[in-house]
C-alpha cells in the first residue's frame, strides 16, 4: 500500500524556517518524482515544487523561488522542503504527494497519483 | 503565467449527472488530470490524461478535453461526491505544474 506521511509543520514568526519531511513507504521510492503542493483559503491547490528521481532537476513556483528547497533521501525514502523568509502569505496546509511512474524519466505530464493527508503551516506573529 | 479556470461551485440533486469545466487557451493541446479533495482527507486522483480513469475510481467519472475546454463528468451524483474538484495541466511554457481555482461540488 503506498503511504506518504507528511511532518514539520507549525506556527512560526514571520522571516522564519521550517523544514517539512514526508516519509514514503509501499513503492519504489528511488524510481519516482515527488511533488510538493499546498492548500490555501486564497488559491485552493497551488503546486510548490518537483524534485526529479535522481535529485537532479528541482522546480518551482516563483512564489518561492529563493526560499524554498526541495530535497530527498532515497536511503531513507524521504522528500523534504526547506521553507525559508517565512511569510503569511505561505501559511497553508503543505502535501506531499507521488508523480506517477514514467518509463522516460521525464515526467512532466504526469499525474500526481497519491497524496499524503498534509501538514499544516501557519506563519503568524 | 497559465491560469485554468473553473466555476467556484456547482450544485446537483442526488442521481443527477454534473459536469465541472476548466477552461483555458488551447488546453485541447494538453494533459488534463482531475483530483478530488474533501476537507480533512488526502486528494484522490479521479481522472488522468484527460480522460483515463485511475483503479479504484468509479465508472460514474469520465473526463473529456478539446479545443478551450476541459471537463470532468460524473453521471450520477452521490452524497459522497460532495468535494472539491481541481483540474491540473503542466504548462510547457513556464515549466510550471499548474492547478485550477477549483469547484465546490454540492450534492442538494
Known amino acids: 500500500e503506498v503511504r506518504l506521511v507528511e511532518s514539520g509543520g507549525g506556527l512560526v514568526q514571520p522571516g522564519g524556517s521550517l523544514r517539512l519531511s514526508c516519509e514514503a513507504s509501499?513503492?519504489?521510492?528511488?524510481?519516482?518524482?515527488m511533488t510538493w503542493v499546498r492548500q490555501t483559503p486564497r488559491k485552493g491547490l497551488e503546486w510548490v515544487a518537483n524534485?526529479?528521481?535522481?535529485?537532479?532537476?528541482?522546480y518551482y513556483v516563483d512564489s518561492v523561488k529563493g526560499r524554498f528547497t526541495i530535497s530527498r533521501d532515497d536511503a531513507k525514502n524521504l522528500v523534504f522542503l526547506q521553507m525559508n523568509s517565512l511569510s503569511a502569505e505561505d501559511s497553508g496546509l503543505y502535501f506531499c504527494?507521488?508523480?506517477?511512474?514514467?518509463?522516460?524519466?521525464?515526467?512532466?505530464?504526469?499525474?500526481?497519483?497519491?497524496w499524503g493527508l498534509g501538514t499544516q503551516v501557519t506563519v503568524s506573529s | 503565467s497559465y491560469d485554468l479556470n473553473q466555476p467556484p461551485s456547482v450544485s446537483v440533486t442526488p442521481g443527477e449527472p454534473a459536469s465541472i469545466t476548466c477552461r483555458e487557451n488551447?488546453?485541447?493541446?494538453?494533459?488534463v488530470h482531475w483530483y478530488q479533495h474533501r476537507p480533512g482527507h488526502a486528494p484522490v486522483l479521479v481522472i488522468s490524461?484527460?480522460?483515463d480513469r485511475p483503479s479504484g475510481i468509479p465508472e460514474r467519472f469520465s473526463g473529456s478535453n478539446s479545443g478551450n475546454t476541459a471537463t470532468l463528468t460524473i453521471s450520477r451524483v452521490e452524497a459522497g461526491d460532495e468535494a472539491d474538484y481541481y483540474c491540473?495541466?503542466?504548462?510547457?511554457?513556464?515549466?510550471?505544474?499548474?492547478f485550477g481555482g477549483g469547484t465546490k461540488l454540492t450534492v442538494l
Open positions: 490524461y484527460d480522460s
Open positions: 504527494a507521488r508523480v506517477e511512474f514514467c518509463s522516460s524519466g521525464n515526467c512532466y505530464s504526469e499525474a500526481f497519483d497519491y
Open positions: 509501499g513503492f519504489s521510492f528511488g524510481a519516482h518524482w
Open positions: 524534485i526529479n528521481q535522481y535529485g537532479s532537476e528541482k
Open positions: 488551447i488546453i485541447g493541446r494538453k494533459t
Open positions: 491540473q495541466v503542466w504548462d510547457l511554457d513556464s515549466d510550471h505544474w499548474v
